[in-house]
């Protein structure tokens, strides 16, 4: 019985999926068979609903599958009695792989391709040219894709001529036609020559390797050298730091004493005041009240014989000696100790009195007042370029400060620092001190912002305003605010295309304002500023128009 099954067609007993012989034989409700890890396979691929990858019937819910135990006894006999399995899966030819051209269905991976038939070939049908005498001149090479690339486009005959004069390859004919009288020789001797020109090519590029290899060395040495010095330098360094650090914190002690004296003096000075004000309107109210008890005396007699006797209001003694001062008491004092970061050594054994002397003249130092006019800002004026590195691949960058949003992505070269998410790019310039710039715009949509060189580069909280580590304003058609860490602060007023920043980062001061023929304030942020600021700016074309910005040259 099982000498019948052998006489049946083959591919009765192969999966239509791995086109081998069944493994594990599973029947689905349709009744086509399958190995059960190809089954498995293919509708783990397919969502929801399950089909049969012959007749496309579909299946709701995913059938359990159970192997087929009489199909599975079958295939065992089969296969006692020579029934040949499929080639392995990796013999069959990909799209990527050359196929042999005799092969029937599904082709197999060709071995080698003749120059003589241009054809390919598998293992099997390549034999009668190993075997055959009639094929022993024919020349073989590598599988190749493109062996009709050897036949004359004009003259559909075998290319093995090369004219020297045209560099290119040509047939018989074309040697007695069209390239009659050029130098030509066979495809083969030009081939042996530039085979020795490409064997020196090669040498030299062996030479350059060995050459390369040898500075590598060297470089490696001077690497490690770096590396050593580094760690004793480092070693030094935390040794050095270990002691400025013991120094900052007993003068970090003193500061907070000095501040806290300070603090208790000028508060019990503000409440003297305060209740010497709060008596004096006890007296005033007394008095305001007796004033309005006399008006309401109807009899002129008594209202005169009562109104001599009221003293006149004398001027109040304390309205000079209060001072409303900002809030922001002893600014002085902070940016006092920000110049230890530059001047370490210096203040701690130079000035040390410095501190002190700002903490007992809080009521008298006032911080500088940000500028008020565009000719004051113009002051603090700072030139900006961008840095390329940083920038999304469809802005595309010139003249070092002008960008601009394009369609097709720009050729720039892999680098960390690169934004791929947002369509954003920042500055070269870490931004200290006070500075001042000016961003011109055009276009549907901008974010002008400064941010910390540590922001990410990819993710949603790569955009600016959406962290902890950038500012910015936005601008669409419909509204414009102000963002910081997702939240959205609205801004009414008139927005001009041009936008000037001023920076205090040593007071924590960043505004943002509408520049035009006056400065407009938009926004305003006091905070405390950790690390060196980039400007930056993100655009967007929302409606498929010209979006780009400009920072501005200022004189």
């Known amino acids: 019985m099982a000498q019948k099954g052998v006489n049946l067609d083959q591919e009765t007993f192969r999966c ?53 135990v009489m199909f599975a006894a079958l295939m065992e ?80 005959e075998v290319m093995k001529m090369f004219c020297r004069t045209d560099q290119k390859c040509i047939c018989y ?33 062996q030479q350059r390797i060995q050459d390369r290899k040898k500075e590598v060395k060297q470089l490696q040495r001077e690497l ?10 480092v070693k030094g360094s935390e040794k050095i730091f270990t002691q400025m650090i013991n120094l900052i914190q007993k003068r970090s002690c003193d500061v907070k004493q000095q501040i806290r004296f300070q603090q208790l003096t000028e508060v019990s000075r503000v409440k003297d005041l305060q209740q010497q004000l709060e008596q004096e309107i006890t007296e005033l109210k007394r008095k305001d009240a007796e004033l309005k008890l ?7 007699s008594q209202f005169l014989l009562h109104y001599p006797s009221l003293p006149p209001l004398s001027e109040s003694t304390h309205s000079s000696s209060i001072n409303v001062r900002p809030l922001r008491y002893f600014e002085d004092v902070t940016a006092a100790v920000s110049e230890l970061t530059d001047k370490l050594q210096e203040l701690l ?34 030139q900006i370029t961008l840095d390329p590195n940083t920038a999304h691949r469809r802005l595309l960058l010139s003249e070092n400060r002008k960008v601009k949003v394009m369609e097709q992505l720009q050729s720039y070269s892999d680098h960390p620092d690169r934004f791929t998410d947002y369509i954003q790019v920042l500055s070269r310039e870490s931004l200290t001190g006070r ?38 304003i936005e601008w669409y058609p419909n509204k414009f605010l102000f ?44 905070t405390t500023f950790t690390q060196p600021l980039h400007a930056g700016v993100t655009l967007g074309s929302l409606f498929l128009s010209v979006v780009s910005a400009e920072f501005c040259e200022l004189k």
């Open 16 to 68: 239509s999926i791995c086109l081998d012989l069944l493994k594990d034989p599973v029947t689905i409700p349709c009744g086509h068979s399958y190995c059960m890890k190809c089954i498995q396979g293919f509708w783990d691929g397919q969502g929801n609903i399950y089909s049969c990858p012959q007749c496309r019937k579909t299946f709701t819910p995913r059938p359990v599958l159970v192997k087929n």
């Open 77 to 156: 006999q089969l296969a006692k009695t020579g029934l040949q399995a499929a080639p392995a899966d990796h013999c069959y030819a990909g799209p990527e792989d050359v196929s042999c051209d005799v092969c029937s269905g599904r082709k197999l991976k060709a071995i080698k391709s003749c120059l003589f038939c241009l054809a390919s070939y598998c293992e099997k049908h390549l034999q009668p040219h190993l075997d055959e005498a009639a094929f022993k001149k024919h020349k073989l090479v590598e599988p190749s894709k493109n062996l009709q690339e050897n036949i004359c486009s004009i003259h559909d």
């Open 173 to 205: 004919l074309c040697s007695v036609d069209e390239h009659e009288g050029h130098k030509i020789v066979s495809a083969a001797a030009e081939r042996t020559e530039r085979q020795r020109d490409l064997e020196e090519s090669q040498q030299q590029i």
């Open 224 to 233: 490690e050298a770096i590396n050593h010095s580094a760690d004793q330098t």
């Open 294 to 300: 006399l008006s309401l005396t109807e009899d002129p």
């Open 349 to 382: 054994s130079e000035k040390q009195t410095n501190i002190s002397v700002k903490v007992t003249r809080v009521d008298v130092s006032m911080p500088e007042p940000e500028p008020k006019t565009r000719a004051d800002f113009l002051k603090y004026s700072c």
């Open 435 to 472: 500075c001042y710039w000016e961003v011109e715009w055009r276009g549907d949509y901008i974010c002008v912002a400064v941010a910390y060189k540590n922001i990410r580069r990819f993710g949603h909280e790569s955009k600016f305003g959406f962290n902890d580590k950038s500012w910015a």
């Open 483 to 526: 963002r910081y860490n997702r939240i959205e602060t609205l801004i009414s007023a008139r927005v001009s295309s041009r936008i000037g920043v001023y920076l205090d980062h040593r007071a924590g001061v960043l505004s943002f304002y509408s520049v035009s023929k006056r400065m407009t304030l938009l926004h305003r942020v006091q």
